[in-house]
């Protein structure tokens, strides 16, 4: 019972991240500072460190995880996607990559937000590019 609560708070966190970081992209576009934490404080109401390592986590690795986002994105590049699209992204290649997030989460957790706040053809695209980085990762641990 415990484990099905913990998913059900980390998918609600997800969301929160996903805003955080569209709120990151929005200042940065319009060259606004702002503090990550204080962005933090004001969307979520508890202290969570699942919130601060991922936002911090795709902040810090920002480029490493653009660069998989663009090879794995077929002919679109990630900055050609909405703030909110390239944040549900951003959060899945970092957890693919830097967490130990089942693999399969990651990519559950990303479509479901997608389902919710991208429209059907950004959802696809996706998809596909986290199930294309998945399977290059699984290839690489297979060796």
């Given at each position: 019972?415990?484990d099905?609560?913990?998913q059900?708070?980390r998918?609600e ?20 500072n702002y ?8 969307n ?5 460190e ?6 911090y986590?795709?902040i810090?690795n ?12 077929n002919?679109?590049t990630?900055?050609r996607?909405g703030f909110?699209d ?7 290649i970092?957890?693919f990559?830097y ?7 990651c ?13 059907d ?6 998809n ?7 399977h290059?990762l699984e ?5």
């Amino acid at each position: 019972m415990g484990d099905k609560m913990n998913q059900k708070s980390r998918s609600e966190l997800r969301i929160n991240i996903m805003n955080i970081l569209y709120q990151i992209s929005i200042y940065k576009m319009r060259h606004i500072n702002y503090n990550v934490d204080d962005i933090i404080k004001e969307n979520v109401e508890i202290d969570s460190e699942f919130v601060k390592d991922i936002v911090y986590g795709v902040i810090t690795n920002e480029d490493e995880i653009v660069k998989q986002a663009n090879t794995y994105l077929n002919g679109w590049t990630i900055d050609r996607l909405g703030f909110t699209d390239q944040a549900i992204l951003k959060i899945a290649i970092y957890e693919f990559l830097y967490t130990d997030t089942p693999k399969i989460v990651c990519i559950n957790e990303a479509i479901e937000l997608a389902k919710k706040y991208s429209d059907d053809e950004v959802r696809k695209m996706i998809n596909a590019s986290l199930d294309k980085l998945y399977h290059k990762l699984e290839e690489k641990n297979g060796q």
